[in-house]
């Protein structure tokens, strides 16, 4: 049974940076394309970034690129996301997913299987 476990969510403010973390177990780590997603209130979920099963290919939304980064260690079994020049609007639940294939369609909530509880994000201003 794989589970998808997610941690370091926050208050911070405005400018400033979090790094969250995911951590996937059950499965074979390094079997399973990741990828970070976010939904504020009243809004549906959105991508924001993705890391192939090597960490070779990483792929980001437009309005956090050069601003986070994502990575993963797969001696540790776990994926990272750092979240810098933080915004109010970066505020929402911000969900970790794993997915078996191997970069596809990684932009869509469709091809994860497996979803962590998801974790808070709050940038005041």
């Known amino acids: 049974q794989v589970q998808v476990v997610e941690s370091g969510g926050g208050l911070v403010q405005a400018g400033g940076s979090l790094r969250l973390s995911c951590a996937v177990s059950g499965r074979t780590f390094s079997s399973f394309t990741v990828g970070w997603f976010r939904q504020a209130p009243g809004k549906e979920r959105e991508f924001v970034a993705a890391i192939r099963r090597s960490g070779d290919i990483t792929d980001y939304e437009d309005s956090v690129k050069g601003r986070f980064t994502i990575s993963r260690d797969n001696a540790k079994n776990t994926v990272y996301l750092q979240m810098n020049s933080l915004k109010p609007e970066d505020t929402a639940i911000y969900y970790c997913?794993?997915?078996?294939?191997?970069?596809?369609?990684?932009?869509?909530?469709?091809?994860?299987?497996?979803w962590g509880q998801g974790t808070q994000v709050t940038v005041s201003s």
């Open positions: 997913a794993a997915d078996p294939a191997n970069w596809v369609n990684v932009r869509s909530v469709v091809p994860y299987d497996y």
